[in-house]
């Protein structure tokens, strides 16, 4: 690498992470954000484990947070994790993908690397720095088995809905290693391991899920299992309205929709020429976005953080495409198109749009972040620190909601109104948000002698609503506590969140 190309990478690597970590510095972490903190911090590690089938999540994220939450670190350094994660991605990106300057420049300053998955802290990191580790690796896995083994074992265990691309990366691993076994005439054993690697993760990914999509509860109440049995042509109908979505979440537009079938024409044309000059990374890279449209579009909803997941597949192709020796092909039309790297430049030109289509809502989610407060968690949990008797019951009238707070006390348990148990983080496994009346708190404290509040949570439930209401009126509550404002949720901007803070009387 050219003296000037190293200054102008070290350059653009130090704008973004002073930028990002500008951002990171207003952000207070959120309901998913706490929600995996929560669970590294109280259960042990075979307790993650087994809670991961409530979650639909594998747990390596939650082990990663495991030993700051431990020591008893702050919630907020959840944040500075996957900013660190996020940035040693891009700094690869930046020093090691076979692009442009202009591609890689836009690449790193797309809303996954400003914003979702840097500011935001969730799992979500752990996919583009395991697929950016796969990129530089997968030339030479043959030279390295047992760590692209160990990369895919860790694929497997980001997010379910990269199973996909991680069985049919296994699957031509194990392949290409059975073929040359053959020719060989011999059993190369790191290669065997490898492979058995990459294989425990798959299995390792099964116990924590199998049967986790029917008992979660979430699951089941928005999900497309909610919708019943449907035919045929409704689940394509289905399919096609939440594709169409997917270009809402990255854009942010409202109209995106209008050009959903230019986009998607052009890539199956590439795709489809692809094929014929690159037969196995196209279907590397059909089979993963396919796998992830059905779990995100089909068995759940899709959120911008994962539909912008198609940036990192998309370099993912465009990066092995480009490193890739191809055979000379017969036909002039596919010689020229392999002589010229038509295809290639294709790959990265669609690559850099959607970089670009990203950056301007990733732009508007940080500037609410930077503007708006995102929860009121961390005041009210001081306001519950400084005023709230240590034994007190605080009774939430939504679990779902009020989990948020805990991550930012200490020893501290609520007690759920809904379901008649205590807890710090919420377990998906039965029905929240559901309609509170004044019989379920006098069962909530019927056992204590302890005072008791009321966390209550506006305009989830109206059957809660009318019984606070009530409540209110006959002189049972006493308000101590109440959001200043309204708070934004970080990704549609749309969903407002509000506490108030009760003490009930006896």
């Known amino acids: 690498m050219k003296r000037l190309d190293k200054i102008y990478n070290w350059t653009i690597f130090i704008i973004l992470c002073l930028i990002t970590g500008f951002i990171l510095m207003y952000h207070e972490p959120f309901r998913d954000e706490v929600q995996a903190w929560d669970i590294a911090r109280d259960l042990s590690a075979f307790d993650i484990f087994k809670q991961m089938h409530f979650e639909g999540h594998p747990c390596l994220w939650h082990f990663i947070l495991f030993p700051f939450a431990k020591l008893g670190c702050p919630i907020y350094v959840v944040s500075w994790i ?80 990269m199973a996909g691309m991680a069985s049919i990366l296994l699957f031509f691993f194990i392949l290409e290693t059975f073929i040359n076994c053959i020719k060989n005439r011999r059993i190369s054993w790191k290669h065997g391991i490898g492979c058995l690697i990459g294989f425990l993760g798959g299995i390792v990914l099964c116990l924590q899920l199998v049967g986790s999509y029917s008992d979660n509860s979430l699951v089941q109440s928005i999900g497309t299992s909610n919708y019943g049995p449907f035919t045929f042509l409704e689940f394509c109908n289905l399919f096609m309205s939440g594709y169409n979505m997917e270009f809402y979440y990255i854009t942010g537009y409202n109209f ?22 690159h037969p196995k990374d196209t279907i590397l890279f059909v089979i993963s976005y396919a796998f992830y449209l059905f779990v995100s579009v089909v068995l759940f909803y899709s959120i911008t953080p994962r539909a912008i997941i198609i940036i990192f597949l998309l370099m993912f192709v465009a990066w092995i495409c480009k490193e890739e020796e191809i055979t000379p092909s017969k036909g002039r039309i596919f010689s020229i198109i392999k002589k010229y790297s038509i295809c290639e430049y294709a790959l990265q030109g669609l690559l850099l749009l959607f970089c670009m289509l990203s950056i301007p809502y990733g732009i508007k989610a940080a500037y609410n972040d930077i503007q708006h407060t995102m929860t009121d968690a961390p005041f009210i949990a001081a306001f519950i620190e400084e005023h709230i008797e240590s034994d007190a019951i605080i009774l939430s009238t939504n679990e779902n909601m009020t989990g948020v707070i805990q991550g930012y006390l200490k020893n501290r348990k609520f007690y759920s109104v809904e379901n008649q148990r205590y807890f710090s983080f919420v377990t998906w496994d039965k029905s929240l948000n559901t309609d509170l009346f004044s019989s ?25 609503d009318d019984t606070i209401q009530n409540l209110e009126e006959s002189g049972r509550l006493e308000l101590v506590y109440e959001s200043a404002s309204e708070f934004f949720y970080w990704n549609s901007n749309q969903e407002f969140v509000k506490f108030k803070l009760y003490k009930l009387l006896w």
């Open 82 to 161: 996957s900013y660190f994660i996020m940035m040693v991605t891009a700094f690869l990106i930046l020093f090691k993908a076979p692009f442009s300057k202009l591609v890689r420049t836009v690449l790193v300053f797309s809303s996954p690397f400003i914003y979702y998955y840097s500011v935001i802290s969730r799992n979500y990191c752990l996919i583009a720095f395991c697929i950016t580790c796969i990129c530089l690796l997968y030339q030479k896995r043959s030279e390295r088995p047992l760590l692209y083994g160990v990369l895919l074992f860790l694929l497997f265990n980001t997010h379910v809905m």
């Open 256 to 277: 995106a929709w209008e050009y959903f079938y230019i986009i998607v024409g052009f890539l199956l044309l590439i795709l489809c020429v692809n094929m014929f000059i």
């Open 440 to 464: 379920d708190f006098d069962v909530a404290v019927a056992n204590t002698s302890s005072s008791a509040y009321v966390l209550y949570v506006p305009n989830i439930s109206g059957g809660t």
